[in-house]
Nanobody
Framework: QVQLVESGGGLVQAGASLRLSCAASGRTFSTLAMGWFRQAPGKEREFVAGISRSAGNTYYADSVKGRFAISRDNAKNTVYLQMNSLKPEDTAVYYC??????????????????WGQGTQVTVSS
């Protein structure tokens, strides 16, 4: 497994933007699908966005399409989540996930339970 450290969360008003970063350790990063999930209080963890190893494929939950963008920099072992037009319902702990090697990045790519510690995003109305 790779070690994952998220950063960039915070408290913002509705309509604002945030960019989350996830720094990964290990030499295998460039082979892995990477994703972002979130968990709101009292709810199950849900898929937000995923990206293939070469960034050729990206996937998004319907609730964030057109507002969020996932990207990666394999030279820096980092994956990003740009979040625009934030809404109160986006409030959650956001987790970075390392998926399987050479996988597409779709929601099914993350069965190995390789997570970061999470970063809190709070959007006030």
């Amino acid at each position: 497994q790779v070690q994952l450290v998220e950063s960039g969360g915070g408290l913002v008003q509705a309509g604002a933007s945030l960019r989350l970063s996830c720094a990964a350790s290990g030499r295998t990063f460039s082979t892995l699908a990477m994703g972002w999930f979130r968990q709101a209080p009292g709810k199950e963890r849900e898929f937000v966005a995923g990206i293939s190893r070469s960034a050729g494929n990206t996937y998004y939950a319907d609730s964030v399409k057109g507002r969020f963008a996932i990207s990666r920099d394999n030279a820096k072992n980092t994956v990003y989540l740009q979040m625009n037009s934030l809404k109160p319902e986006d409030t959650a702990v956001y987790y970075c996930a390392a998926g399987c090697a050479y996988c597409s990045g779709s929601p099914g790519s993350y069965g190995n339970n390789n997570w970061g510690q999470g970063t809190q995003v709070t959007v006030s109305s």
